[in-house]
């Protein structure tokens, strides 16, 4: 059974960091990829970073780059997501999610979710200003 767990959520004042982890159990990485998304209050939810783990290509949304970092430890099977210089408008609930196929995500989209198989239960991240 494949498990995604994300944490590191969690209240941080405008400009400040967070790291989120992603750890996935059952699920090898290999040609696969993790995504982050994100879903604000009363916003669809949107793709922020994924991470394809046989090259090490990431992807950024444009509102998170130079911002948010993705990056891989495989002998962990945890993704982690480094934000920096977080803003208000960053606050949201923040998901991963296992894509088993990349070359799906790359045929339909890597910000959309239905290219990803197994979702994790989300970590609140709040920004105060």
């Known amino acids: 059974e494949v498990q995604l767990q994300a944490s590191g959520g969690g209240l941080v004042q405008a400009g400040g960091s967070l790291i989120l982890s992603c750890a996935a159990s059952?699920?090898?990485?290999?040609?696969?990829?993790i995504g982050w998304f994100r879903q604000a209050p009363g916003k669809k939810r949107e793709g922020v970073s994924c991470i394809r783990f046989s090259d090490g290509s990431t992807y950024y949304a444009d509102a998170v780059k130079g911002c948010f970092t993705i990056s891989t430890d495989s002998a962990k099977n945890t993704v982690y997501l480094q934000m920096n210089s977080l803003k208000p408008e960053d606050a949201a609930v923040y998901y991963c999610?296992?894509?088993?196929?990349?070359?799906?995500?790359?045929?339909?989209?890597?910000?959309?979710?239905?290219?990803?198989?197994?979702w994790g239960q989300g970590t609140l991240v709040t920004v105060s200003s």
């Open positions: 999610a296992g894509s088993v196929n990349f070359l799906r995500i790359l045929q339909w989209g890597v910000w959309t979710e239905a290219a990803y198989d197994y």
């Open positions: 059952g699920f090898t990485f290999n040609d696969k990829a």
